[in-house]
């Protein structure tokens, strides 16, 4: 168990809706961050959190967007939702975001667009 | 971040240690190198991590050449619960750039 907890494991939806991917970090982490998992992309960075702060972007599309809350769990937005959505989106966390901190997963959300 | 090259596969039977090698000939005097491992479609987990010494810990041990331009993850004694995806990521010591940059990793598969 990472420590990590991403609400809901699975999820099914249709094409042009909105979810939304939660996620609670390491007791004590401050650092979030998401990332997409599809069969012909691999594991991709979207998007970093610091203390509520957005502090790294990645490939994230725009009809994505993130934030993190005060108590410091974080959601992924996903709207206008399109077949090529489906992946598995991870989320991870660290104390502070260093890179001599390691990133510890979550179990993932998995997205299903019918 | 420098770039890695891995093995697509490597087999190693049970009991027996394990030697993943990534190649990373690129890296910088600022990048630590990690290794996670993702079974199955689970979240990928953290193995270990070094900037230039050898580390161990409970799950494996990290080899660095001393030049840094590859090192080795070694799992001790190999289990079928070992079977996975391993990755080897080199990462900056600093910038913005603190993300994991996944590559393709290794699929090992430990057999009976």
């Known amino acids: 168990d990472s420590g990590v907890t991403q609400t809901p494991k699975h999820l099914i939806t249709a094409t042009g809706q909105r979810v939304t991917l939660r996620c609670s970090p390491r007791?004590?982490?401050?650092?979030v961050y998401w990332y997409q998992q599809s069969l012909d992309q691999g594991l991709q960075f979207l998007i970093q959190?610091?203390?509520?702060?957005?502090?790294a972007k990645g490939n994230i599309l725009e009809r994505f967007s993130a934030q993190q809350f005060p108590d410091l769990h974080s959601e992924l937005n996903l709207s206008s939702l399109e077949l090529g959505d489906s992946a598995l989106y991870f989320c991870?966390?660290?104390?502070?975001?260093?890179?001599?901190?390691?990133?510890?997963f979550g179990d993932g959300t998995r997205l299903s667009i019918l | 971040d420098a770039k890695t090259t891995q093995p697509t596969s490597m087999d190693c039977a049970e009991g027996r240690a394990a030697n993943l090698p990534c190649n990373h000939s690129?890296?910088?005097?600022?990048?630590?190198v990690y290794w996670y491992r993702q079974i199955h479609s689970q979240g990928p987990q953290y193995i270990i991590h070094g900037l230039k010494n050898n580390e161990t810990n409970e799950m494996a041990s990290l080899i660095i050449t001393e030049d840094r331009k590859s090192s080795t993850l070694i799992l001790p004694h190999a289990t079928l619960r070992d079977t996975a995806v391993y990755y080897c990521i080199v990462r900056a010591f600093s910038g913005s750039a603190r993300q994991l940059t996944f590559g393709s990793g290794t699929q090992l598969t430990v057999l009976p």
């Open positions: 690129t890296i910088s005097g600022n990048e630590y």
């Open positions: 991870a966390s660290s104390p502070t975001g260093g890179a001599g901190q390691p990133q510890h």
């Open positions: 959190y610091y203390n509520g702060e957005e502090r």
């Open positions: 007791s004590g982490d401050l650092s």
